[in-house]
């Protein structure tokens, strides 16, 4: 069963440094997101990215963070400077269409120190 | 006012019991309804999408309740496995990227 797939699965790295978190989304799916969860929080969206262009973002998404997809298969979300606060499991999500489910990667566990 | 609302629970029942959660949405201009699972500190797995006739997936069913904007889902005969956080997941017509509002999840322990 095809999967979405995330690396690396933790990441630690210090303040003012920055993360590149991949995901490979499922091969013939169009839509693309990020999500993340504070410990203990709740899953919230970051952006959605379909046909090369962000399609929505949320006010979590500043200008601190990016996405990208470099090429056919990956899709990155680069934070430019981590904060504290950016500490979370980030999950990246494909669907096929719009408005179909979304299907999740297992995450990458930040840590900022 | 939370757009999507959930019970945090937990819910503690025995192995065999039917156990229900709801969940409420603010918004009446909510377009998709989705029921996913989470273990600790895993990624939320889709369990199932819910439809407005309601739907059922072995022991699970989901209804949808539009008049009084909530989803529902009943677990039959439960398992120790589902032990989990169950999560409800809403999109709004509003947003043009299709994103998912998220509860924030009830807990379900289901003990021998």
């Known amino acids: 069963e095809p999967e979405v797939t995330q690396t690396p699965s933790h990441q630690v790295t210090q303040m003012g440094q920055e993360v590149i978190l991949r995901c490979v989304p499922i091969?013939?799916?169009?839509?693309f997101y990020w999500y993340r969860q504070i410990l203990g929080q709740k899953v919230e969206f970051l952006v959605s990215f379909y046909n090369n262009e962000i399609s929505e973002k949320s006010e979590i998404f500043d200008d601190q963070f990016s996405v990208e997809r470099p090429d056919g298969s990956n899709f990155t979300l680069k934070i430019r400077s981590t904060k504290l606060e950016d500490s979370a499991m980030y999950f990246c999500a494909s669907s096929a269409g719009r408005n179909d489910e979304q299907f999740f990667g297992p995450g990458t566990r930040l840590t900022v120190l | 006012r939370k757009e999507v609302e959930q019970d945090p629970g937990p819910f503690n029942v025995p192995e065999g019991a039917t156990v229900a959660f709801n969940c409420t949405y603010s918004n009446s201009a909510s377009q998709s309804f989705f029921w996913y699972r989470q273990d600790c500190r895993k990624e939320p797995k889709l369990l199932m999408s819910?439809?407005?006739s309601g739907n059922e997936d072995g022991r699970f069913t989901a209804q949808l309740n539009r008049a009084s904007q909530y989803i529902s889902l009943l677990i039959r005969d439960s398992k120790l496995s589902d032990s989990a956080t169950y999560l409800c997941?809403?999109?709004?017509?509003?947003?043009?990227?299709?994103?998912?509002?998220f509860g924030g999840g009830t807990r379900l322990m289901v003990k021998p």
């Open positions: 819910v439809y407005s």
């Open positions: 091969s013939n799916h169009l839509y």
């Open positions: 997941a809403v999109t709004f017509a509003y947003n043009a990227g299709n994103m998912l509002t």
